[in-house]
C-alpha cells in the first residue's frame, strides 16, 4: 500500500540554525500538508500546499517557515531560524483531492524536531 | 473555525474488555477520520469516515453527520490497542484543514 515517507525521523539542532524536514507524498496526491505536534498536545495544522503554491496556512505559519517542492516526488518545511518553541513533532501529510472529494489524508510518521 | 470535543479524556481497560470513544464536533463536515498515535509518536490512520459505519476488525466506527458526532468502538481490547486515539474533522465549507480534538488516552492492562 502506498504511503507517505518523512526524512529524518528524528532531529536535533541548536537554537538559531536552519532546518529542512523532508516528506515524499503518495506519487498520485496532488495534495500536501504539513502539521505540527508540541508534546502532550493536540495536533495542529501549518499549512496546505496545492498546484505549486501555498492554499492556505494558519497563524503558527509565520515567516519562519516556508514550503517548497522542490522536484517531482519532494515536498520540504524548512524553518529558518529555529527556536526553542519549534521542539514539536512534525507530520506531513497528503490527499488526492480537496474539498468536498478524495479528500482524505495520509499521514506520515513525523519527524520529531529538538531544538536545544 | 470548527471545533472538535473527544470524550472520555482518559480511559483505563481490563484486556478483553469493550469501549466507545466519542467525537463531536461543532459544525458540518466532508471528512471525518480517526487515528491511532503509538508509542514512537505515529499516527496511524483507522477510519475515513465522514459519515455511515465501517469496521477493520475489532475496531468499528460509525458517523452521525446530521447530528455532528461519530464514535470509534474497540471490541476485545488488547494490550496493543494503548495509546491515544485522534479524532480529525474537515469543515464542509471548503478549506482543507484538518482539525483534531484533544484525544483519548487509553491504557488497557493485561
Known amino acids: 500500500e502506498p504511503e507517505v515517507t518523512q526524512t529524518p525521523s528524528h532531529q536535533v539542532t541548536q537554537m538559531g540554525q536552519e532546518v529542512i524536514l523532508r516528506c515524499v507524498p503518495i506519487?498520485?496526491?496532488?495534495?500536501f500538508y504539513w502539521y505540527r505536534q508540541i508534546l502532550g498536545q493536540k495536533v495542529e495544522f501549518l499549512v496546505s500546499?496545492?498546484?505549486?503554491?501555498?492554499?492556505?496556512k494558519s497563524e503558527i505559519f509565520d515567516d519562519q517557515f516556508s514550503v517548497e517542492r522542490p522536484d517531482g516526488s519532494n515536498f520540504t518545511l524548512k524553518i529558518r531560524s529555529t527556536k526553542l518553541e519549534d521542539s514539536a513533532m512534525y507530520f506531513c501529510?497528503?490527499?488526492?483531492?480537496?474539498?468536498?472529494?478524495?479528500?482524505?489524508?495520509?499521514f506520515g510518521p513525523g519527524t520529531r524536531l529538538t531544538v536545544t | 473555525g470548527i471545533q472538535v470535543e473527544q470524550s472520555p479524556p482518559d480511559l483505563i481497560l481490563q484486556e478483553g474488555a469493550n469501549s466507545t470513544l466519542r467525537c463531536n464536533f461543532s459544525?458540518?463536515?466532508?471528512?471525518l477520520q480517526w487515528f491511532h498515535q503509538n508509542p514512537w509518536g505515529q499516527l496511524i490512520n483507522l477510519f475515513y469516515?465522514?459519515?455511515g459505519t465501517k469496521q477493520n476488525g475489532r475496531l468499528s466506527a460509525t458517523t452521525v453527520a446530521t447530528e455532528r458526532y461519530s464514535l470509534l468502538y474497540i471490541s476485545s481490547s488488547q494490550t496493543t490497542d494503548s495509546g491515544v486515539y485522534f479524532c480529525a474533522a474537515l469543515p464542509y465549507y471548503g478549506n482543507n484543514r484538518l482539525a483534531f480534538g484533544k484525544g483519548n488516552q487509553v491504557v488497557v492492562i493485561p
Open positions: 459544525d458540518s463536515v466532508n471528512n
Open positions: 506519487s498520485n496526491h496532488l495534495y
Open positions: 469516515i465522514p459519515s
Open positions: 501529510a497528503s490527499s488526492e483531492g480537496g474539498g468536498v472529494l478524495q479528500n482524505e489524508q495520509y
Open positions: 500546499f496545492y498546484n505549486n503554491e501555498i492554499s492556505e
